[in-house]
């Protein structure tokens, strides 16, 4: 069964500072890899999406990897922002059972 | 603006008193989808529909009921609500679902069953 970890749990960084999110999946069989953002009390925001084919994808300040064959994959921010503080999920969409399973995110705070 | 709304976004129901929280989306998208959202759990899927007609059941099915008669709605259906399906609840759709598309979601609606 597919499991979806993420570390860590918590970061708390200082404003301007790179940071690396990190997801991990136990089943390489995925149609892709997408990264959210969820503010408090909010739905969830698409981030970035890459394919199984693909090795990464950038938007912005972000860059999202992915390493199918060890099951992970990385979610990169340039130059931390307070408005970047959020939760970071990731989810893979499994290619046996069309699902979509989630980690259970990364609580970001970036301290001004 | 394309987007996916749920109602009602907050509930407050008692145990057994049949409850809908729907669904739509005006983005004309194939695949939808219901999760729920617990702490220490994280997201987990629920019900999901291929196309009008086609559901199929998620994660955590157990409990809830779905329909797609029409393809911008997506209803949630839970018959005989119990205090364990508190929750906060998303709803989201994509394109054409697996594989390969972005999902839109909707803000959440937050269920208290007592």
């Known amino acids: 069964k597919q499991e979806v970890t993420q570390i860590p749990a918590a970061l708390s960084v200082p404003e301007g500072e790179n940071l690396v999110l990190n997801c991990s999946f136990t089943d390489s069989a995925i149609y892709n890899l997408q990264w959210f953002r969820q503010d408090p009390g909010k739905g969830l925001t698409s981030l970035l999406l890459?394919?199984?084919?693909?090795r990464e994808q950038t938007s912005g300040r972000l860059n999202a990897s992915l390493d199918k064959s060890s099951g992970r994959s990385t979610l990169y921010i340039a130059a931390s922002q307070p408005g970047d503080s959020a939760t970071y999920l990731c989810?893979?969409?499994?290619?046996?059972?069309?699902?979509?399973?989630f980690g259970p995110g990364t609580s970001l705070s970036v301290i001004p | 603006e394309a987007q996916v709304t749920q109602n009602p976004r907050y509930l407050i129901t008692v145990t057994g008193k049949k409850l809908t929280v729907t669904c739509s989306q005006n983005m004309n998208h194939e695949y939808m989808s219901w999760y729920r959202q617990d702490p220490g759990l994280g997201l987990r899927q629920i019900y999901y529909?291929?196309?009008?007609?086609?559901?199929d059941k998620g994660d955590v099915p157990e409990g809830y009921k779905v329909s797609r008669k029409e393809k911008r709605n997506f209803p949630l259906i839970l018959e005989s609500p119990s205090p364990n399906q508190t929750s906060l609840y998303f709803c989201a759709s994509s394109s054409t679902g697996p594989p390969s598309d972005e999902q839109y979601f909707g803000p959440g609606t937050r269920l208290t069953v007592t």
């Open positions: 529909s291929m196309n009008v007609e086609v559901t």
């Open positions: 890459i394919q199984s084919s693909q």
């Open positions: 989810a893979v969409e499994e290619t046996s059972y069309d699902k979509v399973i």
